[in-house]
């Protein structure tokens, strides 16, 4: 059986019910990452934390309130990483460097996921929750990441000025499924070079991933993606149409 992978925030001078919590929302992460939200009882995070079941209720209001928690704590620490990273690319220059945007984006979100402390539950939580088709998961995500993703998708349209914001959009969307199979799925490169490309390690990562990615951002927009200069009139179309054949038998 999988061993627990989150473990408790260390922090001096934590009184019984911050330690009580702490532990509910340790328990609540492990067991919702090896068996999905749903297969999990609020008695079964109870015992695993080793606290009375009504205590999850009196902390967290039930199971989905102890979901959110989890998320928060994890997103505010992501999404602080990557704020402090963007200011510091826009002090060097503005704007700031395409390349030193999505560094600040993508660098926090691979290395939170290979930190001891609940890194890896998270991602595998994360990737749970997306299989589950959860309509929590949508609303975790609005909550903790749709503010934080403004600026940065801001700040990718001051880079690349001459793309239209949708089609940063456009883009930013597929970033962001790129960020999660790397995190969520690393096995299947590592199994096709024999441990050679690994993404457990982060900095190798980021030198083939930040460049691929600032490629595909600087990519001119396909002629199929742009509208076309001219539509025709009602008018214009039924003039140009053809002529119907009579079918005889």
Same mark, same amino acid.
């Given at each position: ?106 660098? %926090? ?20 929750? &997306? ?87 600087? &990519? ?7 509208? %076309?200069?001219?539509? %025709? ?17």
């Amino acid at each position: 059986m999988p061993t627990l992978i989150a473990t408790p925030l260390p922090f001096a001078g934590r009184d019984a019910e911050n330690e009580t919590r702490e532990k509910l929302v340790v328990a609540a992460e492990n067991l919702f990452a090896l068996h999905g939200y749903k297969s999990v009882s609020v008695r079964a995070i109870a015992a695993a934390a080793g606290v009375n079941w009504s205590l999850l209720g009196y902390y967290f209001r039930g199971k989905e309130g102890l979901l959110f928690e989890v998320y928060r704590r994890h997103c505010n620490a992501l999404n602080a990483e990557r704020f402090q990273l963007l200011k510091a690319a826009r002090a060097e220059s503005q704007p700031p460097h395409l390349e030193k945007v999505l560094e600040a984006f993508v660098l %926090p979100a691979l290395a939170v996921a290979q930190t001891p402390a609940g890194g890896v539950s998270f991602s595998r939580l994360r990737a749970v929750l &997306a299989a589950e088709d959860s309509k929590l998961l949508d609303q975790l995500v609005t909550e903790n990441f749709d503010s934080s993703s403004g600026e940065f998708i801001d700040a990718l349209c001051e880079c690349l000025p001459e793309l239209s914001r949708d089609e940063v959009l456009w883009r930013f969307h597929f970033m962001l499924g790129t960020i999660y199979y790397t995190a969520s799925g690393p096995h299947r490169i590592k199994a096709f070079s024999e441990g050679r490309c690994d993404p457990a390690n982060v900095s190798k990562n980021m030198k083939h991933l930040i460049p691929f990615l600032a490629a595909g951002f600087r &990519a001119p927009v396909s002629p199929v993606c742009q509208p %076309p200069t001219h539509l %025709p009139t009602a008018t214009q179309g039924k003039k140009s149409r053809a002529p119907r054949r009579r079918v005889t038998r």
